[in-house]
């Protein structure tokens, strides 16, 4: 390839739900370094969203954190008021935040079923809604952050795994309704990250130890790696990636 093909988002206006820490906390810091305003979102700790915040102005970049349960429909609408009158505008949303119960399906409550659905899947649909109305005739990107249990059996992930299958298949039918609206909707699926999120996982060290050993990249997905798949997508470069879930795992996935 010839020429500097940097990615420049100057300008631009994000939101990333679960923004504070962990993958979403690298995806609103590469979004700065390409020249994004950033609004974080969390759900119950002030400190690490705080410090996201400020690792996007130390790049130059207006941010500000909102804390609110993205699955609480009802009080969605307040975050996105407060991105019209902080920013003017949204461009881009990243649909990161998750949670869920790590369980084998036989113990699943029906609370633990909902909540994982209601944060990791269902919550998608209106922050769409409202991040759409904020984007205007302009257009903007939508990105949903995935996991490889939407396609694959992982013991006790049946009920985050069938809320990412949903979430890929939400993404898939945004897309093609938002498409003739500039907006482009498009998913990552990310292999195991050493995030805090892995603290859920009895297992966490051989997990770690077996995704290393079986990636042919030779080591694990890093939140970097799937900030840098996120700045593309948010990108012109991606504008005919359309209801697309990328897979970002050093080849984990394709191994037989
Ligand atoms: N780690 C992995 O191996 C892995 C692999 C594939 C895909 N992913 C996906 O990557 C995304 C980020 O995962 P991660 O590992 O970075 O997670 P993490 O370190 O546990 O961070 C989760 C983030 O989401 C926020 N959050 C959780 N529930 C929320 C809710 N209901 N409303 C608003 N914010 C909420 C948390 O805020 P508080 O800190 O305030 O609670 C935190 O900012 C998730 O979609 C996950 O499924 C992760």
């Not at 699943?108 to 759409?132: E, F, G, V």
């Not at 990249?217 to 504008?239: C, Y």
Request: some cysteine; glycine content about 8%; hydrophobic content about 45%.
């Amino acid at each position: 390839m010839s020429g500097n093909v940097g990615i420049d988002l100057s300008g631009k206006k994000a939101l990333v739900t679960g923004g504070s820490r962990g993958i979403g906390r690298a995806i609103a810091i590469r979004l700065a370094e390409a020249g994004c305003d950033v609004a974080i979102n969390y759900l119950r700790s002030r400190k690490p969203a705080q410090e996201t915040a400020e690792a996007v102005e130390a790049r130059g970049r207006k941010a500000f954190t909102y804390k609110v349960n993205v699955a609480q429909t009802e009080k969605l609408g307040d975050m996105f008021a407060a991105i019209e009158e902080e920013f003017g505008r949204l461009d881009i949303l990243v649909s990161n935040a998750a949670s869920g119960v790590i369980k084998p399906a036989m113990e699943l409550t029906n609370r633990h079923w909902h909540w994982t659905m209601d944060i990791n899947a269902a919550a998608l649909l209106p922050l769409a809604q409202h991040a759409s109305k904020l984007m205007g005739e302009e257009g903007g990107h939508i990105i949903a952050v995935s996991s490889l249990g939407a396609v694959r059996a992982i013991p006790n992930y049946a009920a985050v795994g069938a809320s990412k299958a949903a979430l890929e298949s939400l993404v898939r039918h945004l897309a093609v309704e938002l498409a003739p609206s500039n907006i482009r909707v498009n998913a990552i699926s990310a292999g195991v990250v050493d995030t805090d999120a892995l603290k859920h996982f009895s297992n966490r060290s051989e997990l770690l130890d077996e995704s290393a050993r079986r990636t042919p990249a030779g080591r694990l997905t890093e939140p970097s790696d799937v900030a840098d798949a996120a700045l593309f997508l948010a990108s012109d470069l991606a504008e005919m990636m359309v209801g697309q879930t990328i897979v970002v795992d050093g080849g984990y996935s394709i191994m037989g």
